[in-house]
């Protein structure tokens, strides 16, 4: 009875052996992919790594098939497959206009400009320089999701118009492709009044859902004055005030005078009339 049993249960334990299947979920299918780091697999591989049986092969293409679907892994041909690419990255300078939109212009000149609606505009300025982040496609020609990463702001500080306001001051940008007007809490005024010409300095860029904030570091001037033209155009490009050391003692070594030596070795044009023009 005993030898019976024994024997049983060592049949028992060779069936148990020859039908034992390992078990496989999607989770461990895209572990393996990502183990081979993007490298392409074949099917056999697939099932030889997992010990899948050849009793759950069709098991095992079925999960393949729904993995593609879902475009977590890509078949690459009738053997082999791969994880998809990573998402294609396009980075550029964004160009903003005056009624909200706006287009990034890649650095990659052989890449076409990308239209940027309002909404994804809304926390960007004017030659901010950004990271468009392409996702994955969607089913037939559905375009997938893209995201916009700032790498680098482009404005630090802003030449606009001051106004004052009930609850917050404000500055209207001189240039009309910086959209956003920039808020000023009134304690960072610095003395401005409505009208006048200021330099602003960001101190918090614009989100989706507030704009940009700053403070007053400077009052440039009435609008009619005529000295304030090269202000602002100082301050807009951010060119120094003044000069260097180096410069001015370059500039004081030389004669206040053009020797005689000089004027032979110049074309002495000081005989002729000339006219300077300017738009009014």
Not at 26 to 43: D, R, Y
Not at 185 to 201: D, H, M, S, W, Y
Not at 225 to 233: A, H, M, V
Not at 254 to 272: M, Q
């Amino acid at each position: 009875m005993l030898k019976g049993y024994e024997k049983g249960l060592a049949l028992a334990k060779k069936l148990k052996k020859k039908i034992f299947v390992p078990t496989f979920s999607s989770p461990e299918i895209l572990h393996l992919f990502k183990a081979h780091k993007g490298q392409k697999i074949t099917f056999a591989e697939i099932a030889r790594a997992l010990e899948v049986a050849s009793s759950q092969r069709k098991d095992l293409h079925r999960a393949l098939q729904e993995l593609i679907a879902e475009r977590q892994i890509v078949r690459l041909d009738r053997r082999h497959y791969s994880l998809p690419p990573p998402a294609k990255v396009i980075v550029g300078r964004v160009q903003a206009h005056r009624d909200g939109y706006g287009f990034l212009i890649p650095e990659d000149s052989g890449l076409p400009d990308i239209f940027l609606g309002k909404r994804e505009v809304r926390d960007l300025m004017h030659r901010d320089r950004v990271a468009l982040h392409l996702g994955k496609k969607g089913r037939g020609r559905t375009p997938g999701p893209r995201t916009l990463e700032v790498v680098e702001r482009a404005h630090r500080r802003v030449v606009g118009r001051y106004e004052a306001g009930e609850k917050y001051d404000r500055v209207i940008p001189d240039d009309y492709r910086l959209v956003q007007e920039i808020r000023i809490p009134k304690r960072a005024a610095g003395g401005a009044a409505t009208n006048q010409i200021v330099l602003a300095e960001i101190t918090r860029y614009p989100t989706q859902k507030e704009g940009p904030e700053g403070k007053i570091l400077k009052v440039l001037g009435d609008p009619d004055d005529p000295r304030l033209d090269s202000e602002i155009i100082i301050h807009k490009y951010d060119l120094p005030e003044a000069f260097s050391p180096a410069v001015m003692r370059d500039a004081s070594a030389i004669p206040p005078e053009i020797s005689g030596e000089e004027i032979v070795s110049r074309v002495d044009l000081r005989g002729l009339n000339f006219f300077t023009t300017w738009a009014a």
